[in-house]
């Protein structure tokens, strides 16, 4: 762990100061928001069951239904992540507002308006310093759980160290995992313990809190700023090795090298395409790596079979409804598979995927959460080879390999070019129906991007056919197995096609 943050501690270092931002502005706007709500319901008390009771509500929606619930309307990324942070940070600061403001003692509060205090100084003089204490105690257990549950919102395209997390888990490397989850923990630590130390103090100067309130906002619009500065394309990935390895790495060296455009990379888009084409719709990203079968399936919505033969079609299609390019065909085709645990193979016989209608009421069957979902995938698979499993298991894309060797799961969907295939005690099946489409893999642009950059259209055509199915496979394997960094394969790779300069 160590070494491998001494190795990577810019990437880490980056997306700790990410973090960070992304948890102040949400602590920022739910301190402003909750300290309002908070002082008027405790002004006009009839609201305050109420609106405690719609926010307790908010409260206990799981996160990751409200980023799901939100990405249609403000789309992935900061923004939306922001907003969730913000709605679950409210509860403690509205509450413990509310219960500082409301109490104060009433012979205090008498005693003033008996010397002729209005309301206002009442509240400003009286009422907000004498319940303090109490409102610092809700800033505090607020911003700790903020910054701890930002981590979760890397799953939807946000940046922060839930990256490391996700990416740590996605590539079978363990040791990004835990310092990702470290690095969270001792940032919410230091947090608290900054927030416990203002927290006892007796007196609390409003200048000094100005101050500090101040420059954190000015911090976060410099580094905004800074941002723009360089024209930048924004390229999304989803959370599986091959895309880190080719998005992740490879486009990131190649564009820098070849334009003078900067990269900014969201790595690791939960839900994948789901997620993905709408921010790509909305411009938030301007290129990811897709698989024909998938855009003819679950983005153009096509019920029939995908063959390459329809890849014209396809790119139509694209340009006329979404008005977005196919380029770079890597060359590789990372279809669909299943695979059953070899003893449980070995034990029933079991060789194609019309074997396994015998048993599959005795199997549990495991996969990412959106094969569930897709045209092509679970229903249909059923379908075609007539298949009732027992029971039904949603995993992480980076955790079934994980799930079947430890016997939770008993089949599972694969990609034809994982790298855990080789190393994993299964058997896999074959397609005797021919069920599953064609996956070629190549990069979805938006032509106002192409217009504005024509020279994008010649760095992502130099990949065209670099890579076989074999080649993916083999550089999955030497990431997820032996813990090779992707960019080092990325830039071997790009040497070996004689595209590194």
Partial sequence: MIELFLEKKEFFFDLLLEHIKISAVSILIAIVIGLFIGILISEYKKTSKFTLSVISFLYTIPSISMLGFLIPFTGVGNTTAIIVLTIYALLPMVRNTYTGLTNVDENIIEAAKGMGSTDYQILYKIKLPLSMPMILSGIRSMATMTIALAGIASFIGAGGLGVAIYRGITTNNANMTMIGSILIALLALFVDFILGCLEKRKRFNKKGSILVVVLIILSLFVSLFLNKQQETIHIATKPMTEQYILLGEMMDILIEQDTNLNVEITQG?????????????????????????????????????????????????????????????????????????????????????????????????????????????????????????????????????QAINQGKIDVMNVFTTDGQLSTSNVTVLKDDQNLYPSYMCGNVVRNEVLKKHPELETVLNTLTNTISDAQMAKMNYEVETLKKEPRDIAKKLLKDRGLLK
């Fill in 269 to 401: 888009v939960g839900g994948g395409t789901s997620n993905i084409q709408p921010g790509m719709e909305s411009a938030e990203f301007d290129i990811y790596p897709e698989y024909t079968g998938t855009g003819w399936n679950m983005v153009l919505k096509k019920e029939d079979l995908y063959t390459e033969d329809l890849f014209e079609d396809l790119q139509k299609q694209y340009q006329k409804k979404y008005d977005m390019s196919w380029l770079g065909m890597y060359g590789f085709n990372d279809t669909y598979g299943l695979v059953v645990r070899k003893e449980i193979a070995e034990q029933y016989g079991l060789k194609t995927y019309s074997d396994l209608s015998r048993v599959s009421s005795q199997l549990v069957f495991g996969a990412e959460y959106d094969f569930f979902e897709r045209e092509d995938g679970y229903d249909a698979l059923c379908d075609a080879y007539g298949l009732n499993f027992k029971k039904t298991m949603d995993l992480d894309i980076g955790l079934k390999y």
